[in-house]
Every structure is written in C-alpha cells, then in structure tokens.
C-alpha cells in the first residue's frame, strides 16, 4: 500500500512575516480576524521589526503594515541606484593631470601616460583622452517589491558571518520549521536510521548578492575583492548543503531539483516520492530566494515582466505608483513583482507520524510535472499547464469524489501579468469545465508577497496550511474587478476572503499551481488535515489513531510554547558550525551495516540483488 507523505512542521519567512504559527498567513488576512487572534501575530512581527513598544497600539500596528506585503523596496533605494556610465574625457591643452598611489597603477601604464613620482604618489599626466567611468545616481524604473517584514536580518540571530542574503533566508526559515515540529531532532532519529532523512532545497536563481555571486563577477570592474567563499555560497543548492551541515547534521539523501518558479514543487514531488517508495521516512523540502537586487530585476525589466512605475501610473492615472497594489492577478496589470522568502516544510510517513505523535497539518496526494513541448519562445507559455491541473483535478476527484471536488480550490500562479491572466485562467476554467465545476474558487497571493520566483508555491503551501486552522482563503484584495480576457465562466476569481469554515474543514482539497520559465509546469494536490486523518483512521483503525491523538498532547503543546517564545522574540537559531564533526574515526563499516559514531543505529547495507529476475 502507497504510504501517505503528511506535513508535520512548516517555517520560514516571506514579506507577511515568519510562517510557524501560521502568522505570515494572518498577516495576509487580517482585516477579517479579531483582535485577540492578531494580538501574537502583531507582537510577533514588532519584535522582528525592531518596534520596541510598551504595548501593541494603533500605531505599533500600522508601522507593521506599512512595512509589511507588497510595497515600496527597502533593501535598496530605486530613487538613488549607484550606476557607471562610459565617458571619454578630454581638456582644451589636451592634458589631463591626476594623482594616484603607486599601488592603484594600473599593471600595464597606457602609452599616452607620463608618470613623475611623489613620495608614495604618483602624478600622472595623460596626453590626450582619457576613458573613465563616472559613477552616477539614478532612478530606477520598478520601486515596488516585497522585502522580507522591514528592519528584520535573520543573520543577527546567528554567526551569519559573509553568507549571502538567500542562506540568511534559509537557515531562518530551517530553523523556524524545525522549532514548529514539537520533537526533538534526536527523538526523530532514534526512531529510524541516519540514511533515512531527505532534504530537497535550494534556490532557482542561486546566490547573486554581492557576498556571492554578484559581487564576484563585478569585483574586476569594482576594484572589488573575491573571497574564497563566494564562489561555493552562490551554488544553487547551497540551502540545502547548509540545513544537512549545520541545521540537521544530516547523511540523507540530498539535492534540488529546479525548475525555475515550479521549483519548490519540484522539490516536493522529489520529497514524497522518496516517502512513497520507501528511501525515506523524514524529508526536509523547501527554497529560498532574494532576488530583490537591482541588477536582477533589470534583466526582468527588459523583458517587460515587471510592474515598471510608469506602467501602474497609467493604469491608475496618477503621478504615483500604487505601491500596495502594484501586483493585481487576474486584473488590469503591468506585471509581476519581485519577492524575497524562505519556506520549508517536514514531511513524514504516515506510520511514523503516528508513532512519534506529530502535528499532522495535511498531506500530500501527488505532484505533477510536464514540459511545454515546442512552442514560439522559451519565455511563452505552453501546453504543459493543462496537463499538471488536468492530472491533479482528476486525482482530486479519485480521492476525494464528485461533490467534495466541487468544495476545493487553486491557489493560481496568478503573477500579475497581462498574459498571466489569460492563459492560466484559461487552463484553470477549461479543467474546471471538463470535471464539472460549476465556480472553482481561484486565489493569487503574489498579490501579497510577491513573486518569490523558485519559493512561490511555497508560499502558496504555507498559506494553503492556514485556510485549515482559521477558514478563510486569502482574497486578492489588490483588485477591484477581473479583467475583461479573463476566463472564468466555471471559476470564482476570489477579490474578497472565502470563508470555507471555522477550520477550512468545507474544503478538503487544494490545488497549487506553478508555471515556471522555460516550460517547467507543475500542479500538487494537497489534502486537507481533517481529510488525511480520516485516512490515516480507515487504514489503521480507531485505536491506532486514539493513540496518536494521545501522544499529539505533548507534542501539540511544544509547538505552542515555541510559537509563543518566538512571539516574545525568543526563538532558537538552529546553526552549528564545526560542532561534532566526523571523520574516518568515526566509521565503522561491516559487510551488513555502516555505523557512525555520532548516530544512534546503523545503516544497513544492501544485501539482495533487485535484478535477481533478470540474471
């Protein structure tokens, strides 16, 4: 029997704030929760922000939202963008005079240089012209992004020494899923054996700030410095690497499967496909992405992919761009925002789930993948799309039957561009016509976050998490009407939140859909906790479930006391750098087992032939 891959524990960090404890999701929705249910999640992102207060007032509260969600970027100035042009300078006597230290000679003194030293100077006359770059402030053409909650650098939290901003991202966002699982790691450990642990993370740009790949490729132009860790930190798999060094002192299997904006989808059928078959019983998936760098995003631009200032200006016919609103799926739109975030989630089997009393947050049923095929750019969309929600609807409907089919929803891709918002919801209106669905609940929440490019269906995941403990799908609020070439006779576009019950328990099922560059689709079917326990109870039993809810108590109360820390800005950094580190001392091998010192059981070795049928 297939084992079901459940979600025990989820973290990180996006532009609504941290994810464990779904706060980041109440962040998103909370115009419609009360007081009381804001009151952790306010405190919680003061704290993060840097907002010492007495108390969580007025306007504690809109220092939040004002520097929370989609807005104007903070971690560079779009007004004053350090940028060099080419120059050609001349004077009317054809000579140009200038001082340098003899250390910043260039190697190879140009021939219309005449060079008279000064002590530890040197003057240097240039008889003709001289070519220059001149350092200049400009305006950038995109102000508008989603920064991670404003004032808040996990890397004050631990020795974040040179590490680029996406591993800063990552290990938060590992440690704040690690603090939400309720178990101690080494509890985790001893119940299976070292090798049977996954982690599927990494980042589909890479690192490209200026601690790592960026500032390596500028330094010969910007008298920059290269450092022996740049090159390694800009790998895209670095989070991964870092979260089995130096979070879990993990030996598992390891990797990331990319696949531009789908990647953390990628990763996550990477994830429970290893489940399914049995390599492992724990697996770690996420990404993380800070792509909120100039130089980026002017790639971007170029293409004509992001919402440019003077776009959202005509669009509202005003002198200023709507910052808040700059990403509006499904709408009239100019395009995508950037974002940054970091999202990881821990699966299980379901029968160590049990045994080890885990929260139990939903499961997931499958995810599908397909290419495009041929088609007129490598930037345009395709066919691929119709065959991941195709699959995944009809899986929804095996597992789920006709009529709670028609109570699920999809969290669209929904980017906020013009052709976004024709072709998706194309796809999603066609697959919601052909099952039978009469009004197909459609969310987008780059509307708040941004565009987090390989983390984006992470974001969806965590949120999607959120509907199941306080009933409300995010609307986009960012729109007040649905584009005229927007299909959506069989869908309902939400532009307000959906309640769907006190803990989501109307909708069963949720489809996240990605639609990546290139032709990387990707469509994942997730079930909702109510749903997957009543699964977990018919294949097991009343009994083994009572069980499972006893040992939960324990468990479900330490994620409530670590949220709770948190909250108070107490929370624990998972991050241990050359701390009981193995070498060959510390291997044992047996022609039946490997054992390592710093684990608790051995790894069994292979000892049968799997192609005994073949020989």
Not at 99 to 125: A, C, F, M, Y
Not at 149 to 177: E, I, T, W
Not at 374 to 385: D, E, M, Q, R, T
Not at 461 to 482: E, F, R
Request: charged share 20%; aromatic share 6%; with cysteine.
């Amino acid at each position: 029997m297939t084992k079901l891959p459940v979600i025990v524990g989820f973290g990180g960090v996006n532009a609504a704030g941290r994810s464990s404890g779904f706060h980041s999701y109440k962040r998103m929705i909370a115009d419609v929760l009360s007081e009381h249910e804001m009151q952790s999640t306010w405190q919680d992102l003061a704290h993060r922000m840097g907002l010492e207060a007495e108390s969580i007032d007025a306007e504690v509260i809109e220092s939040i939202r004002q520097g929370t969600l989609v807005r104007r970027i903070d971690s560079f100035d779009p007004d004053h963008l350090l940028y060099q042009s080419q120059a050609s300078l001349s004077s009317e006597n054809d000579r140009i005079s200038f001082t340098l230290r003899k250390s910043k000679l260039p190697n190879q003194i140009p021939d219309n240089w005449h060079l008279e030293e000064k002590g530890s100077k040197v003057i240097v006359t240039v008889h003709g012209a001289l070519d220059a770059l001149l350092p200049q402030s400009v305006s950038f053409p995109v102000s508008s992004g989603a920064n991670i909650p404003h004032g808040f650098d996990p890397g004050k939290l631990y020795n974040a020494r040179f590490h680029p901003r996406g591993l800063k991202l990552s290990v938060y966002g590992a440690s704040d899923m690690m603090n939400s699982l309720g178990l101690e790691w080494s509890h985790v450990l001893s119940a299976i054996t070292p090798d049977q642990v996954s982690v599927y993370a990494g980042s589909s740009m890479g690192q490209i700030d200026e601690s790592s790949m960026a500032g390596m490729m500028a330094a010969p132009l910007t008298s920059g410095r290269v450092s022996s860790k740049m090159m390694a930190m800009s790998f895209a798999q670095m989070p991964a690497d870092f979260i089995n060094s130096y979070v879990l002192s993990s030996i598992g299997n390891t990797g990331t499967n990319m696949g531009a904006c789908a990647t953390f989808l990628y990763n996550l059928r990477q994830g429970i496909n290893d489940i399914q078959q049995g390599l492992a019983r724990v697996v770690i998936v996420g990404n993380a992405e800070a792509p909120i760098v100039a130089e980026l995003m002017e790639g971007y631009r170029v293409m004509g992919a992001l919402a440019e200032d003077h776009k959202l200006c005509n669009l509202d016919g005003t002198d200023q761009p709507d910052n808040r609103r700059a990403c509006r799926p499904f709408s009239d739109n100019a395009g995508f925002i950037m974002g940054e975030s970091a999202q990881f989630v821990i699966l299980m089997d379901d029968q160590l789930a049990l045994q080890l009393g885990a929260n139990i947050y939903g499961s997931v049923a499958d995810v599908f993948v397909n290419a495009d095929a041929n088609k007129k750019s490598i930037s345009a969309p395709g066919v691929g799309n119709y065959v991941t929600m195709a699959k995944a609807t009809a899986l929804a409907k095996a597992i789920l039957g006709d009529e709670a089919l028609q109570s699920t929803y999809v969290h669209a891709h929904g980017t906020g561009t013009p052709q976004n918002r024709v072709t998706e919801s194309h796809i999603l209106n066609e697959v919601a016509k052909t099952f039978g669905i009469k009004s197909w609940p459609v969310t987008a929440i780059k509307s708040y976050v941004g565009h987090s490019m390989g983390v984006a269906a992470g974001d969806q995941l965590i949120a999607a998490l959120g509907v199941w403990k306080y009933g409300y799908i995010p609307g986009i609020k960012t729109i007040d009407h649905i584009a005229d070439d927007v299909h959506c006779s069989n869908l309902n576009i939400l532009t307000d939140h959906h309640f769907v019950g006190p803990q989501g328990e109307k909708c069963q099922g949720v489809i996240l859909n990605a639609k990546g560059f290139g032709g990387n689709n990707a469509s994942g079917l997730v079930l909702s906790p109510q749903k997957t326990l009543a699964m977990l109870s018919k294949r097991y039993g009343k009994q083994a479930i009572d069980e499972y809810v006893a040992r939960n108590e324990t468990v479900a109360q330490r994620v409530i006391a670590a949220d709770d820390k948190a909250t108070q800005g107490d929370e624990t950094m998972l991050y241990s750098f050359g701390e009981a580190v193995m070498d060959e001392k510390d291997v044992s091998i047996e022609p039946t087992q490997l054992k390592l010192s710093g684990f608790e059981h051995a790894i069994p070795l292979p000892q049968e032939n799997p192609f005994k049928d073949y020989i």
